[in-house]
């Protein structure tokens, strides 16, 4: 269930009837290669968690989601044209109070379905989760994909982090959104094995820096729609874990 495709007396009815989980989707506008879309992290965002709020509701838990937080903190893209980036201390104050809003309507836990892993995007999501625990407003979910142990479930490129607009998000983007891929572009890229997270601890801040002057890392040209499928089941497995965690 979409929070804004509902009247209010549906969701008014769907918190009555006993705990719900909103989930929020949190991506980008930011260059990803030649091949996909500035909002491709908003998409990907939004599969991962119909795919959670999916499997909750086969597990018995009410699930909603919420409209999308296509803005974030993008300064590794910022060169690019097309990147629209924020303050990180906008992006954790915004989480904070529609997490207010979310617990004064009754939600039992908020989880994060997040898809944009620029350094400051991860640390304002961590400051904004840390906020709301130690307030005790509401439970809060977030399945840190940057953190070894679920990454390792994404396979061998994310894990090695070099996914940018790479074969992970790529076959993500295959499978939920082809229209927005243009193939043609995506299978003459060379594989660019260069990883984001070895730029960052090396002191590199841009795309430029890294090496990604296209704004892609990774290996485009072997992503798949069969593969992105398997990922954002994954993806929502995650998520739905992390929720039930939460939920003890």
Same mark, same amino acid.
């Given at each position: 269930?979409?929070? @804004?495709? @509902? !009247?209010?007396?549906?969701?008014?009815?769907?918190?009555?009837?006993? %705990?719900?989980?909103?989930?929020?989707?949190?991506?980008?506008?930011?260059?990803? *290669?030649?091949?996909?879309?500035?909002?491709?992290?908003?998409?990907?965002?939004?599969?991962?968690?119909?795919?959670?709020?999916?499997?909750?509701?086969?597990?018995?838990?009410?699930?909603?989601?919420?409209?999308?937080?296509?803005?974030?903190?993008?300064?590794?893209?910022?060169?690019?044209?097309?990147?629209? $980036?924020?303050? +990180?201390?906008?992006?954790?104050?915004?989480?904070?109070?529609?997490?207010?809003?979310?617990?004064?309507?009754?939600?039992?836990?908020?989880?994060?379905?997040?898809?944009?892993? &620029? +350094?400051? @995007?991860?640390?304002?999501?961590?400051?904004?989760?840390? =906020?709301?625990?130690? !307030?005790?407003?509401? /439970?809060?979910?977030?399945?840190?994909?940057? #953190? #070894?142990?679920?990454?390792?479930?994404?396979?061998?490129?994310?894990?090695?982090?070099?996914?940018?607009? *790479?074969?992970? =998000?790529? $076959?993500?983007?295959?499978?939920?959104?082809?229209?927005?891929?243009? &193939?043609?572009?995506?299978?003459?890229?060379?594989?660019?094995?260069?990883?984001?997270?070895?730029?960052?601890? /090396?002191?590199?801040?841009?795309?430029?820096?890294?090496?990604?002057?296209?704004?892609?890392?990774?290996? %485009?040209?072997?992503?798949?729609?069969?593969?992105?499928?398997?990922?954002?089941?994954?993806? *929502?497995?995650?998520?739905?874990?992390?929720? @039930?965690? =939460?939920?003890?």
């Amino acid at each position: 269930m979409n929070w @804004q495709e @509902q !009247s209010f007396t549906k969701l008014g009815a769907a918190f009555d009837a006993g %705990p719900v989980v909103a989930v929020l989707p949190l991506g980008a506008v930011e260059a990803h *290669g030649p091949h996909l879309p500035v909002g491709t992290d908003v998409w990907i965002a939004e599969a991962m968690a119909r795919a959670g709020a999916e499997k909750l509701g086969k597990e018995g838990l009410s699930a909603v989601v919420l409209p999308s937080l296509a803005y974030a903190p993008a300064p590794f893209a910022n060169a690019h044209p097309g990147t629209l $980036s924020i303050r +990180p201390e906008t992006l954790t104050a915004l989480v904070v109070d529609l997490a207010s809003a979310v617990a004064a309507r009754g939600i039992a836990v908020l989880a994060l379905a997040n898809a944009h892993f &620029d +350094p400051a @995007q991860v640390a304002a999501l961590r400051k904004a989760v840390e =906020e709301l625990r130690n !307030s005790g407003r509401l /439970r809060v979910a977030f399945p840190d994909l940057t #953190r #070894r142990r679920l990454a390792e479930r994404l396979g061998e490129e994310f894990r090695s982090g070099a996914c940018h607009a *790479g074969r992970y =998000e790529s $076959s993500i983007l295959l499978a939920t959104r082809p229209d927005l891929v243009d &193939d043609a572009a995506r299978l003459r890229l060379p594989s660019l094995p260069v990883s984001l997270v070895e730029a960052a601890g /090396r002191g590199e801040r841009t795309f430029v820096e890294a090496g990604l002057e296209m704004a892609y890392c990774g290996d %485009p040209a072997a992503a798949s729609a069969e593969e992105g499928r398997v990922l954002v089941a994954e993806l *929502g497995a995650i998520l739905a874990e992390a929720v @039930q965690a =939460e939920l003890g």
